[in-house]
């Protein structure tokens, strides 16, 4: 070995402090780049199994529906002397009736917030009651296969109204058909969940996702609008959950889906040609105008929800609509962005209902003043607990 050789390697070091801590901040920068791209990653991978699983879920819950229902179980309002409810003024003409007689608009089912100890094979605990048979029975004060519905606590019990009808008949939801007699047609809370798990206990799934529906006769048929949800938010584990009841004046009403008045006659904010109500001017066709806007960024209360991204809305007609682009807080002012066109309604009754001119109801059909009522899934129940909105869908059952 030469000098030269011996020299250099008396002389080589190692890395210094400096160089060290230099690599292990440069090591430090990618590392963090790498894991912001995480969250973004799971969330896109929760909206993809969203946007798969929203659409089988929701025929599993139709598919369910038809094997317990039949058309002919559902009634007319008529037959119980009731009517359609008479709105407020609308640009001037009164809609005396939202559809022709015969038909009637969206109707939820009841709903049981406590186990009945009457029926031990039946847990009632977080059920949809289609026709609110358990409260009419209470009522009634009858007793069906030996069981007392006198009993009922019916302070656990949630009905879409309460409306007392001619000749001491009462209709309480969904119309039923007198001729056949009340129907008993409960859906549990774990028959509306997805994938299903024995309610008696002993497993560890849990399910994923959850249903709710609601129903309307047109045409003389009936269409069923179910609305899929998830409990946890996105990359959270799935939770035990039953729906919640209401608080304040919402106590008795069903809590989902949400039933909520845009209330901005003499149009509806979702009509027809977006915000000005102008096909012509395509560019806002598919925008809505935000409501409930302030100047401190806070969360957005449950009725205003509606807006925020990814939302699923059911209209007054029976369109499905979903929000492209939403607000997230009360500060965010920019107009809401659906995802297609706010389509127009065919000038026909079961759609617009009949109209009273200058006090005369002539039958005639009214322009398109858009839709005031929606219905959807919060962000959140009455609980605080975290809802997310899948998919809608509307079919005839």
């Known amino acids: 070995m030469t000098a030269y050789h011996?020299?250099?390697?008396?002389t080589r070091r190692a890395f210094s402090l400096v160089e060290l801590l230099l690599a292990v901040f440069i090591l430090g920068i990618g590392l963090i780049g790498i894991s912001a791209l995480f969250p973004a990653g799971i969330a896109q991978q929760r909206q993809a199994s969203d946007d798969i699983m929203g659409p089988v879920v929701a025929?599993?819950?139709?598919?369910?529906?038809?094997?317990?229902?039949?058309?002919?179980?559902?009634?007319?309002?008529e037959a119980f002397g009731q009517q359609q409810f008479v709105s407020t003024n609308i640009g001037g003409q009164v809609a005396v009736a939202p559809t022709v007689e015969g038909d009637w608009t969206w109707r939820r089912p009841g709903f049981l917030f406590a186990d009945f100890a009457a029926t031990p094979l039946v847990n009632e605990l977080g059920a949809i009651d289609i026709f609110s048979s358990y409260f009419t029975l209470n009522q009634a004060g009858a007793t069906v296969n030996g069981v007392s519905f006198s009993g009922l606590n019916v302070s656990k019990v949630a009905v879409e109204n309460a409306d007392?009808?001619?000749?001491?008949?009462?209709?309480?939801?969904?119309?039923?058909?007198?001729?056949?007699?009340?129907?008993?047609?409960?859906?549990?809370?774990?028959?509306?969940?997805?994938?299903?798990v024995p309610e008696e206990g002993g497993s560890t799934q849990r399910p994923v996702y959850f249903w709710e529906c609601m129903f309307r006769r047109f045409g003389g048929r009936i269409q069923v609008a179910v609305f899929v949800y998830r409990?946890?938010?996105?990359?959270?584990?799935?939770?035990?959950?039953?729906?919640?009841?209401?608080?304040?004046?919402?106590?008795?009403?069903?809590?989902?889906?949400?039933?909520?008045?845009?209330?901005?006659?003499?149009?509806?904010?979702?009509r027809a040609g977006g915000i000005?109500?102008?096909?012509?001017?395509?560019?806002?066709?598919?925008?809505?105008?935000?409501?409930?806007?302030?100047?401190?960024?806070?969360?957005?209360?449950?009725?205003?929800?509606?807006?925020?991204?990814?939302?699923?809305?059911l209209d007054k007609y029976g369109d499905v609509h979903r929000v492209a682009v939403g607000r997230r807080n009360t500060r965010d002012n920019a107009n809401i962005t659906?995802?297609?066109?706010?389509?127009?309604?065919?000038?026909?009754?079961?759609?617009?209902?009949?109209?009273?001119?200058?006090?005369?109801?002539?039958?005639?059909?009214?322009?398109?003043?858009?839709?005031?009522?929606?219905?959807?899934?919060?962000t959140?129940?009455?609980?605080?607990?975290?809802?997310?909105?899948?998919?809608?869908?509307?079919?005839?059952?």
Do not use: C, K, M
């Open 6 to 10: 011996r020299h250099l390697r008396t």
């Open 164 to 196: 007392s009808t001619g000749g001491g008949d009462q209709l309480f939801g969904i119309p039923w058909n007198r001729r056949l007699g009340l129907p008993i047609v409960l859906i549990t809370q774990g028959e509306r969940a997805y994938p299903q």
């Open 231 to 270: 409990v946890a938010p996105g990359g959270g584990e799935p939770r035990q959950y039953s729906v919640a009841q209401g608080t304040g004046a919402a106590l008795f009403i069903p809590p989902l889906p949400f039933l909520f008045d845009l209330a901005t006659p003499p149009f509806g904010p979702l």
């Open 276 to 313: 000005d109500g102008n096909l012509a001017t395509f560019l806002d066709n598919a925008s809505v105008t935000t409501q409930g806007v302030t100047t401190t960024p806070t969360e957005l209360v449950r009725e205003y929800t509606w807006q925020s991204p990814n939302q699923w809305l």
């Open 380 to 397: 959140f129940d009455s609980q605080s607990r975290s809802l997310r909105a899948v998919y809608a869908t509307v079919q005839e059952l």
């Open 59 to 77: 025929d599993s819950a139709v598919a369910l529906l038809r094997a317990r229902l039949s058309p002919q179980q559902f009634g007319t309002l």
């Open 338 to 378: 659906l995802a297609r066109p706010i389509p127009q309604q065919p000038a026909i009754p079961e759609l617009r209902g009949l109209l009273n001119v200058g006090g005369a109801v002539n039958g005639s059909v009214g322009p398109d003043l858009g839709s005031r009522f929606i219905w959807f899934i919060p």
